[in-house]
């Protein structure tokens, strides 16, 4: 198989003199003239853009054309209805609250999640008491999904809005959780000893080791926990929410307004890109030893 | 700045370290007696060293040689302070170690810098935990950097060094806060032969302006001889001293030294005492019947055949 590959990309690379030089002479010019084309950062960001205006295209043809290939499109609203309606949206200061809303949510509940998860983690990767004590708990805690807290949350808070927070809270906790602890795990023990020799105590060791050794598998939790977090919060919001974007998703269908759904939707992908790349820049910004991933 | 401010500052500087000739002054005397260690195991115990007696004087360059398993980084990191001995002692000064610490250097095998902090920032390491100043340790680290040519690389980090450099920033790491002691763990078993040769000068060029002691640990013959004033070879495990060798080579050492008749006549004896304890490390002699065995089949063509 390899081999039949390779003969193939050889082939064409080994041709007789003078059609070689001829070859070689020939695509030089046009190729330069095009070049920034071959530019990786350029050349995504055009296959991107390319491939999100063919999305666009085929629910575009989907929804005039009204298909019904099992799947139904009918009632679904077309891009340009959608566009009108996140012009409408866009004018009121509704649409722009729930936005803020769940923004508010996420960032109390993830904010609280790594405030507590991050050095729960990291305590127990160092203390072994705490670690047997905490990990059962955390073990039986872990499978139950976040939304399958929501009957829980509603009576254990006295507000809606905290119980809401609180369900982003366990979505992100997790996560950040066993990745921290991961993270520890796998320090290099030369190091900590390297250290030691140095002349680190136990809290400088704790801080100039374990720590930024674990980052990179803190930021992974982090990264993780964010998206489990919009899952568990857009899901709490559509049962029990009184305002948010997912509760204005659920609403809009209530409502029969299908193309505020959509809307809804790209609002909250928009949303969850945006928190993840924020994740990302703080991880290249806290980390700038590591190789940009 | 204020006068107090400048005037602690002054203080500070002035006691965070003495100047690198000052240090010959200062002891840096290895005792180890008696020396026994052995670990729990889930089956039990292991014996990995006993009885070991060795001393480094202040100011010597020592080697321990011995075939792999038989606890050299075992007793390197009790003395070190990783590790309690089970029987006698190990002192440094006429103390016994209790713990690790700055007075003693460490070189392990493995690479072992931060990788989250620059080349000067791994050096200022040890300088940052005796709380020299920012700036302090900073100048201080640059003229490291500088005596070890490692200059243009401070603000890399070590990803981007290649394996000697980063065994030689290691190296400066230990010194810059000024160890008597320097244990080196077969620091440059990960190198190869050309930067394996160099990285052996610059150390002894380092040692001999510093004279600090130094135990290193290594399982290549030509290395230890070419380092050291004395080697000690070890038997197999539980490993012990079986042999204490001086080498009355004269210093400094050229590269050239390794072709004198001085040199390889240590060679010889060396290479015949730890000949002897690798073949009981390994097991033992391959047996002669199996080797007539051996011999028969492929006599018989048997191997030629099936090939
Ligand atoms: N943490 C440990 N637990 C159990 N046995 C160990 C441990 N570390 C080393 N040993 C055993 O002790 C012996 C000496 O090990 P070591 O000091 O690393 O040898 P060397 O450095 O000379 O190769 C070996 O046989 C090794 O298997
Ligand atoms: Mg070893």
């Given at each position: 198989m390899s081999n039949v590959m390779a003969s193939n990309v050889l082939a064409p690379a080994a041709p007789l003199p003078q059609a070689g030089a001829a070859r070689t002479a020939e695509p030089q010019a046009p190729s330069r003239s095009v070049r920034w084309l071959h530019d990786l950062p350029v050349r995504s960001a055009l296959v991107g853009a390319a491939s999100i205006a063919l999305f666009v295209l085929a629910w575009h043809v989907a929804t005039t054309w009204k298909l019904?290939?099992?799947?139904?499109?009918?009632?679904v609203p077309t891009p340009a209805d959608v566009l009108a309606s996140a012009e409408a949206a866009w004018g009121s200061p509704t649409f722009g609250s729930h936005l803020l809303m769940s923004c508010r949510r996420i960032a109390y509940g993830f904010a609280l999640a790594a405030l507590v998860a991050i050095p729960l983690g990291l305590l127990m990767g160092r203390f072994r008491l705490l670690r047997e004590m905490v990990f059962p708990v955390s073990e039986v805690l872990r499978p139950i999904p976040a939304i399958a807290w929501v009957p829980m949350s509603i009576m254990l808070w006295p507000t809606n809005e905290q119980s809401i927070v609180f369900i982003t809270f366990l979505g992100s906790f997790f996560p950040i959780l066993l990745n921290t602890l991961h993270g520890m795990a796998t320090v290099d023990p030369v190091l900590v000893r390297a250290a030691r020799c140095l002349g680190a105590r136990e809290a400088a060791v704790f801080r100039e080791v374990y720590l930024p050794a674990t980052l990179p598998q803190i930021f992974t939790g982090l990264t993780v926990g964010m998206g489990v977090a919009w899952v568990s919060l857009i899901a709490a919001e559509m049962i029990s929410?009184?305002?948010?974007i997912g509760y204005f998703t659920w609403e809009a269908y209530s409502l029969v307004q299908y193309p505020d759904i959509a809307l809804g939707m790209i609002a909250i992908g928009v949303l969850g890109l945006a928190s993840s790349w924020t994740i990302r820049l703080l991880g290249r910004l806290v980390m700038p030893w590591s190789p940009a991933r | 700045m204020s006068v107090t401010s400048l005037k602690a500052r002054v203080a500070r500087a002035g006691q965070a370290q003495p100047p690198l000739d000052a240090r010959s002054e200062r002891q840096g005397r290895i005792e180890i007696e008696d020396f026994g260690l052995r670990y729990k195991t889930p089956t039990g115990f292991t014996?990995?060293?006993?009885g070991v007696s060795l001393t480094v004087e202040p100011g010597e360059f020592v080697s321990i040689i011995g075939p792999s398993g038989c606890g050299k980084s075992t007793m390197l990191n009790a003395l070190a302070g990783f590790l309690k001995p089970t029987s006698g002692s190990v002192r440094v000064d006429g103390k016994p170690v209790d713990g690790p610490g700055a007075d003693r250097g460490m070189i392990f095998?493995?690479?072992?810098?931060?990788?989250?902090?620059?080349v000067r920032q791994n050096v200022e390491f040890g300088l940052k935990m005796k709380g020299v100043e920012a700036a302090e340790r900073q100048r201080q680290a640059r003229t490291l950097l500088g005596l070890a040519g490692l200059s243009q690389f401070?603000?890399?980090?070590?990803?981007?060094?290649s394996g000697g450099m980063k065994q030689r920033v290691g190296i400066v790491r230990a010194l810059a806060t000024g160890p008597r002691i320097l244990l080196l763990d077969e620091p440059f078993g990960a190198l190869d032969a050309q930067t394996r040769l160099i990285m052996q000068q610059i150390l002894t060029n380092m040692w001999q302006r510093l004279k600090i002691s130094v135990l290193f640990v290594t399982h290549d013959i030509d290395e230890a001889i070419f380092l050291s004033d004395r080697v000690y070879v070890m038997t197999a495990r539980p490993g012990s001293i079986k042999a204490e060798i001086a080498v009355p080579l004269a210093r400094p050492r050229e590269p050239a030294v390794i072709m004198s008749s001085e040199f390889l006549a240590l060679r010889r004896g060396l290479m015949s005492l730890i000949r002897e304890e690798s073949l009981k490390a390994m097991g033992g002699e391959i047996n002669a019947d199996a080797l007539k065995g051996l011999a028969t089949n492929f006599d018989n063509n048997d191997l030629a055949r099936s090939l």
């Open positions: 019904d290939l099992y799947v139904r499109f009918m009632n929410g009184q305002f948010g | 014996e990995a060293v006993t095998q493995q690479y072992s810098l931060f990788p989250w902090k620059t401070e603000d890399h980090y070590p990803e981007a060094l």
